[in-house]
T-cell receptor
């Protein structure tokens, strides 16, 4: 059973550019969520996807968007990058019955630096 | 909206000793889950322990236990027989029973373990 994997691990962009971050869910997981973790802070929920549809969103602007594919892998896209977007982006997946288990499985994150 | 507060930015413990990390939360809901996650330098969030709000019994996982005080909205983590490998950031998190993968995290506590 493979864990949650994210790519790239590190990347540097400049203001105004666009970025795509990728996540492969743990085998059997059909729910994926994304979190932004600024340096020295706790993660903040961006959005979650279930069966390829967004079904929950945190307080993030529309320039943060996502996709979930039939194989349950996922992408996070951020347009018009701003300096404050510099952060660690975490992907998390869970089993279909995660309501009962309550456990999310996290990847190691993608560290984005915006210059 | 729910909030989670960790009032201890840093804690230090001697190896083999016991340490308690504090967490308080604010919610108007009655059905929810609480979690403690560990984030080592590798960045991957690892679930330490979870507590269902409807359970009165405090959760225990080997050296880790919680003191869940629902009326006081308090959820502290006790680490017994601290080990060098316990050194990490610890995050307290809240999830509504109907919120899918949406976790609300506290700001974290950095735990240092002295040999």
């Amino acid at each position: 059973e493979t864990g949650v994997t994210q790519s790239p691990t590190h990347l540097i962009k400049t203001r105004g550019q666009q970025v795509t971050l990728r996540c492969s869910s743990q085998s059997g997981h059909n729910t994926v969520s994304w979190y932004q973790q600024a340096l020295g802070q706790g993660p903040q929920f961006i959005f979650q996807y279930y069966r390829e549809e967004e079904n929950g969103r945190g307080n993030f602007p529309p320039r943060f968007s996502g996709l979930q594919f039939p194989n349950y892998s996922s992408e996070l896209n951020v347009n018009a990058l701003e300096l404050d977007d510099s952060a660690l982006y975490l992907c998390a997946s869970s089993f279909p019955d995660q309501r009962e288990s309550g456990e999310l499985f996290f990847g190691e994150g993608s560290r984005l630096t915006v210059l | 909206a729910q909030t989670v507060t960790q009032s201890q930015p840093e804690m230090s413990v001697q190896e083999a000793e016991t340490v308690t990390l504090s967490c308080t939360y604010d919610t108007s809901e009655s059905d929810y889950y609480l979690f403690w996650y560990k984030q080592p330098p590798s960045r991957q969030m690892i679930l330490v322990i979870r507590q269902e709000a409807y359970k009165q019994q405090n959760a225990t996982e080997n050296r880790f236990s919680v003191n869940f005080q629902k009326a006081a909205k308090s959820f502290s983590l006790k680490i017994s027989d601290s080990q060098l490998g316990d050194a990490a950031m610890y995050f307290c998190a809240y999830r509504s029973a109907n919120a899918g993968n949406m976790l609300t995290f506290g700001g974290g506590t950095r735990l240092m373990v002295k040999p």
